[in-house]
């Protein structure tokens, strides 16, 4: 089992930046896919990205493309997303999660992929 809890999240003003951080519990973490969802207001969660845990495979949704970017460090247990040059659009709750299956299982990305969840935190971004 993995415990996430995200932190990072904020009220930035377009066009800044933010870094989410998701800290798993577990002596395991380096066996887990991680990734990133996200929850605007009456919308269903969405994939934004995701990391392997090895191999570096990485994928993002397009609409964060060139702007956000996933990385971890398996030393800290701990995996982050950059987000860089936001837009209101990208105001959500978001949500850190992993899984242990292999990474073809787990494509296409999406809300009931992931078998492990965080509680999310919320980015909002101002125009």
């Known amino acids: 089992q993995v415990q996430l809890v995200e932190s990072g999240g904020g009220l930035v003003q377009a066009g800044g930046s933010l870094r989410l951080s998701c800290a798993a519990s577990?002596?395991?973490?380096?066996?887990?896919?991680m990734g990133w969802f996200r929850q605007a207001p009456g919308k269903e969660r969405e994939f934004v990205a995701a990391?392997?845990?090895?191999?570096?495979?990485?994928d993002y949704t397009d609409s964060v493309k060139g702007r956000f970017t996933i990385s971890r460090d398996n030393a800290k247990n701990t995996v982050y997303l950059q987000m860089n040059s936001l837009n209101p659009e990208d105001t959500a709750v978001y949500y850190c999660?992993?899984?242990?299956?292999?990474?073809?299982?787990?494509?296409?990305?999406?809300?009931?992929?992931?078998?492990?969840w965080g509680q999310g935190t919320q980015v909002t971004v101002s125009a």
């Open positions: 999660a992993a899984d242990s299956r292999p990474w073809g299982i787990l494509i296409p990305f999406t809300s009931t992929t992931f078998g492990h």
């Open positions: 577990g002596r395991t973490f380096s066996s887990y896919h």
């Open positions: 990391i392997s845990y090895g191999f570096g495979h990485t």
